[in-house]
């Protein structure tokens, strides 16, 4: 590791993929340094002469940790710390100090063993992903049940899952029913209800029901393959502290041997050339930077290893810092304040009119719509037959023939309120998103679909506030249903009937108030993602889009994982931090120090590797899972996500059911100004 984190070029850290040590006492270099520590404690014990000896045996073992390595460096025309610890050790032997030599090569070795322990666990434990891709899976092939290893999967083929057992790939819910448990995805420990139709992913433990899945990506792209991918990218991009280290610590090897040179020539005129030679070896050794560039990438890999196992992507360390400094969230609300599931939750009917008569013709001219309001009136219509000459009027509505007449669907103003102005006005207060509902020129009534806040947006929200961040949220949808929202969430800056472009413009104009996240879908807020310091993508399990849109990545649901990510991000920066402060110092104090004689080669040595210890065991803290911890639940039922929308309640008008039922959230057709066909 000498070579790999002080070199001139290539990466910080090794990208091996062997298993590393089961336990530290299996590390070549501590092994090795265990040995050269015992012969250089028995030169104490015997003569003189044998103790040479032994002094140089143990020099020659701990050397072969470092040398060989250093060796091929320099044929690859690359130097780094290596070479000032081999060139110290040759002129300590030069000068005659064997013990001060080979304590050098036991300390350095001690080190160099405990660096490449620490991150080679730290990037294994990412790596262990993998491992929860069971060994074999169960397919059907011919009608007959068939146990494949998961590299044999196909695209097509029909997995069987019994109760327990992990699915071995991503797919689709063919046949069945059950919960999943995805934690080791999304980092959510409530378990989420599966049907026909549903998505499911790689790594993720079946529940009490048995399912046939059809399967839509093999073992090297899956979902759980793609995320291990995805963060060895991102442990290689680096923020501003890594490169200033980098920075700092690149020139320094060379710059180094210079100053040797200049201490040992300066000081060979004034004095004794053989007191300043060794002085300038001990110059080499104190100034040999491999702590300093250490300080960031140890931190680094470990903060991202943990959040990925806590369902959070960090896209490196410039994520890393970008979202340890935010400051201020702004926060899309269809999908990320709400669970962008709208369903219809009132209809109310003109006097003489039923449930049936507004629904269906509601339905008849939604039928071949895609949109989610259209999706949540034919889920509340039991049978629909399509219309005819049907057509989307931009910004207003539908219209088309439902039974050979004339019919129309659309947003109040639209079509014409008429008594029913105060009902649709209630509903818009409430947080619900109106549509009218004409046939043959008579208004039927009015459907109102809302799209539920997530049960934990609010705790999200005071926790950002504790933080110290401020929320503002971001929408398309109309400002009476965005005040709505942002009041049950807790948020009191909402900037509503925004186009994308001017989701873009007012995160520029938040950055006044210091550094912004923006947190959406990270497709249709590409603009603003990529203008805030660090763009979020919420729920993007399985979303290859929202994963490259984004700085930072929520692969669940659960909100709270924002402020928890923020928290962890910023414990991060604070101990890189303190490891470029600590490793800075120590260079800056030991030098001086050196190049005047106030200390030797063996309290150089151990000052020096001691920092260096001690900068891996604090970034190594960055990857303790605290502040990730795992939420209770909030949903009583998870299967609210995949079963059938509840039944509409028709209510006369004047009446509400609204205020029997919790405060409701709200959606819109889509982003910036409701200008979609619906509403």
Not at 312 to 339: C, N, P, S, W, Y
Request: charged share 20%; proline share 5%.
């Amino acid at each position: 590791m000498a070579d790999a984190c002080c070199a001139t070029d290539g990466p910080v850290l090794s990208e091996e993929e062997g298993a590393p040590p089961a336990a530290i006492w299996q590390v070549r270099e501590l092994q090795v340094a265990a040995v050269a520590a015992v012969l250089l404690l028995a030169a104490l014990f015997v003569p003189s002469d044998v103790a040479r000896l032994l002094e140089l045996a143990a020099l020659i073992a701990g050397a072969t940790t470092f040398v060989p390595g250093t060796v091929r460096a320099l044929l690859r025309g690359r130097i780094g710390v290596g070479l000032l610890m081999t060139l110290a050790a040759v002129g300590a032997v030069a000068l005659g100090n064997y013990g001060e030599a080979a304590m050098l090569a036991v300390l350095f070795s001690i080190a160099e063993g405990l660096e490449g322990y620490a991150v080679a666990r730290t990037q294994h434990g990412l790596r262990a992903l993998l491992s929860l891709v069971p060994p074999s899976a169960t397919v059907l092939r011919g009608g007959v049940e068939v146990v494949v290893g998961p590299e044999e999967l196909r695209l097509g083929d029909v997995l069987v899952v019994k109760p327990g057992e992990r699915i071995a790939t991503d797919g689709v819910v063919s046949s069945g029913r059950s919960s999943l448990d995805t934690s080791v995805v999304t980092g959510e420990s409530v378990p989420v209800e599966v049907g026909v139709g549903a998505e499911v992913f790689a790594g993720t433990v079946n529940g009490a029901g048995v399912l046939e899945v059809t399967v839509t990506a093999t073992a090297e792209d899956n979902s759980l393959a793609r995320l291990v991918h995805i963060v060895h990218e991102a442990q290689e991009r680096k923020g501003a502290s890594q490169r200033l280290a980098e920075r700092f610590a690149r020139p320094l090897v060379p710059g180094v041997l210079v100053l040797a040179a200049v201490v040992a020539g300066l000081g060979s005129l004034l004095g004794d050339p053989g007191v300043w030679i060794e002085r300038s070896l001990v110059v080499l050794v104190a100034a040999a930077p491999c702590a300093f560039a250490l300080s960031v990438p140890v931190a680094v890999v470990a903060a991202i290893g943990a959040a990925s196992k806590a369902g959070v992507l960090l896209k490196g360390g410039a994520a890393v810092e970008a979202l340890g400094a935010i400051r201020v969230v702004a926060l899309d609300k269809t999908g990320t304040l709400t669970r962008n599931e709208p369903t219809v939750i009132e209809v109310v009917a003109v006097s003489g009119e039923d449930r049936s008569r507004v629904l269906s013709v509601a339905a008849a001219l939604e039928a071949r719509s895609e949109h989610p309001l259209a999706a949540a009136i034919l889920a509340a219509t039991d049978v629909v037959t399509p219309g005819g000459d049907v057509e989307a009027v931009p910004g207003h509505g539908l219209q088309g023939t439902v039974a050979g007449r004339r019919a129309r669907l659309g947003k109040p103003g639209f079509i014409a309120a008429g008594a029913m102005v105060a009902d649709v006005g209630r509903l818009q207060d409430a947080g619900a998103t109106v549509v009218l509902v004409e046939y043959d020129g008579v208004l039927l009534g009015a459907v109102a679909v809302r799209d539920e806040i997530r049960p934990e947006a609010a705790e999200a929200i005071a926790m950002l506030r504790s933080q110290g961040v401020d929320v503002v949220m971001l929408t398309g949808d109309n400002a009476r249903t965005a005040v709505a929202i942002g009041a049950q969430a807790g948020i009191e800056d909402v900037r509503a009937e925004l186009l994308p472009e001017d989701k873009a413009r007012i995160v520029t104009e938040l950055k006044t108030r210091g550094p912004v996240a923006m947190v959406g879908d990270g497709i249709n807020d590409a603009p603003a993602l990529a203008t805030a310091d660090a763009g979020i993508a919420m729920g993007a399990m399985g979303s290859d889009v929202a994963i490259e849109a984004a700085d930072v990545a929520l692969m669940g649901e659960d909100l709270r994982r924002l402020p928890d990510a923020i928290a962890h991000a910023r414990a991060a920066r604070r101990i890189f931090t303190q490891n470029l402060v600590l490793s800075g110092g120590i260079l800056v104090a030991l030098v001086p120090l050196a190049a005047t004689g106030v200390l030797g080669l063996a309290a150089v040595v151990a000052s020096h590797e001691l920092a260096e210890v001690l900068v891996i065991g604090n970034g190594i803290r960055a990857g303790r899972k605290k502040r990730l911890p795992t939420h209770r639940a909030l949903r009583a039922a998870q299967a609210a996500r995949t079963v059938r929308a509840p039944e509409p309640v028709v209510v006369p008008a004047g009446r509400s059911l609204l205020s029997l039922s919790a405060a409701p959230a709200a959606t819109c057709c889509g982003e910036g100004p409701c200008t979609c066909d619906h509403a």
